[in-house]
C-alpha cells in the first residue's frame, strides 16, 4: 500500500510553480512572513495568544527541513547508484508525511503557501519516471524551503538574546553562597 496523495499536477508543472514562488520571493518577503512577523497568525497558533513560539518552531525547523532533510534527499539521490527511484519515494514519504505531515504542520504555523505546495510536491512524486526527475523536483523544494528560511531568519528576533546571558561556575557558585547567607 502506498501512502502517495493523489496527483493532480505533473511533476514539471510542480516544479514550474515551485521556481516561479522562488523567483516571486528572493526579493520581496512573501505576505505570509510578514504576517507572522507582524504577530497576525490566522491559524490561532502560538501558546498563550503570542507569536514568538511561531518564530521560533519556524526558525527551527525551516532551517533543519531545507538545508539538512531537503538536500540528503538529493545528495542520495545523486549519489547512491544502488537508490531506486521507489525507494527514494517511499523515504520521502516516510520523512514528510506519514505518520507525521511536515506540510500541513507548516500550514499550521500559518505557512499557507508551504503548505499547499508541499502537499503537490508529494503527489507529485508518483509522477516522477527517473531519479534526474526527482533530482530536478526535490532540489526545486529544497531551494523554496530555504528561502523562507532566510525570511524568518532576517526577521527573527535576535535581540531578546540579551536576557538569556551565558552564566559561568564562578557566576552560579557566587549566586549559590549569597542566597545561602540570605536565607
Known sequence: MSNALPATKTWQAVQAELEAEIDRIWLDEPLEIQKI????????AGSGGQSFSIM?????????FGANVFYRFVRLAKDQDDLTLDQLRVMTRAFLHKPFN???FMGDMALHDLHRL?????????DLKTKDDYVALTGSMMTYVIRLHRW??????WNLGVAFPHRTVEDLSAFAAAAKTSA
Open 37 to 44: 512577523r507582524l504577530g497576525v497568525i490566522d491559524t490561532g
Open 118 to 126: 508541499g502537499n503537490d510536491y508529494l503527489a507529485a512524486l508518483e
Open 56 to 64: 521560533v518552531h519556524l526558525e527551527a525547523f525551516l532551517m533543519i
Open 102 to 104: 511536515v506540510f500541513e
Open 152 to 157: 524568518i531568519h532576517f526577521h527573527f528576533p
